[in-house]
């Protein structure tokens, strides 16, 4: 099998494990914002940064160091396991002891002990990355699919049960440790790998990997804590339903960037890394995954913006349309989210991982000055990230010119036809039920419909590469 066979089939896995997750994610996020209320999803959205941060810090950025990393042995990948697992345990203990000043901070009491519950997810994660870095180089994207599925269908069925039978806010908790749980189980039964004795592992390569990702870990537990600074600063300045409104405008703003994200940038980090010996043909691959980027990720979120006000009645009831102008402000800062994602990627594959930091540190900054700056309502708190989301890509874009020699004018002339395209889309499926009167659910579906006819109508009008290109692997021409 040749590299792009092999990529190919491992964007497509890849692709179908986020879309998957995704939708099922989507089906119990509908079913449970029906039966539960915002002050339960309030509960949760204020732990999420406490979570993602540990699980950060217990990664310690061993994937992408492992991943880069051409000779990696069973020894070595045994340090990497006992040492993630050791640190979940001493990061759990301390947020269970710390679980009370949390709650405090909130003013929610039900945390106290839901915290508690729901910090296990560390301990059980950290079990499953380095059957996740074995799983990547080999490319092996199907197994890690039917992991990640498995995981999310089990899940949603204990998730969906609770919430029905009156478990409130526990139900989202036991989302979280199930899916962990099940996750975990079968990355073990579905990797061949297992550890070697404790005493015969060897313990040097945690320097060696902490040398290149400390960095990495910084960065990264940054950015979270700057993710969730809306969270944290909204929390104690307004009601639970509040931070309930926002958390869930959040999460799905977050759905479709992040299933582009992770699918492309999964598996172009790998391919990319491997071409690290052809800079040429390296140059044309990051050349075709920008566009690919740019192809998907802007008629997605803006599509999602056309839609957005129909999509919360049909869907999640009105009883959720508070959040629509959070949703609509939070989807356009995200489009930005993809490209920053692979321009990271990029520093990441050409050994750059000051560079990784000192931009997103900026991009952080920047974040925190316009919260300084823009913060007497939540509507202005999220114009403040907007402009801090567009001014971080440029000064990316313009960083990875220097380092790629992909020059800044070329990556804007790949994105300009996608930019265009989009905005024509997204101005036909937001004035369709202006033209339309039907229920919302029949306007719902003309403008799905409607969105994918105009933007893949223009796209074939206009022959953009990408099109093409897909069109020919589909084919079989390539």
Known sequence: MTLKQETTKSFIWNFLDKIGYQLIALIVGIFTLRLLSPTDFGYTGALAVFTMLSNILVESGFTAALVRRENN???EYTAALFFNIFLSVVLYGILY????????YFNMPPLKSLARIIFFAIIINSLTIIQTVILTKKLRFRNMTIAN????CVSALITLWMAATGWGYWALAAQQISQALVKAILLWVLS???PVAICWADFRIIREILSFSALLIVSSAVTTIVKYIYTMFIGPRYTTDEVGYYSQAYKYHQIPHQVISS?????????????????QRQMNYIHRIMKLTAFITLPVMLGFYGVSENFIHVVITDKWMPLLPYLRLLLIGGISMPFIYMYLQLF???GKPKLNFLTEFSRNLLVILFLALLNDTITQILYGYIIACYVAMVGMSVTIAHVTGYRFVDQLRHMTPYVLLSIVMCLAVFYTPYFIRCNAVWQLLIQFLVGIAVYF???????LEVLSNLRDTLLKKE
Do not use: C, H, Q
């Open 73 to 75: 042995n069973d020894r």
């Open 97 to 104: 002891f710390t679980a009370g000043a949390i709650a405090a």
């Open 149 to 152: 599925l498995g995981g999310m």
């Open 192 to 194: 061949e790998w297992r």
């Open 263 to 279: 699918s492309i940038g999964g598996v172009a980090y790998s391919v990319l890394a491997k071409l690290n010996n052809d800079p």
């Open 348 to 350: 990441n594959v050409f």
């Open 457 to 463: 109508g223009l796209a074939a009008l206009f022959r």
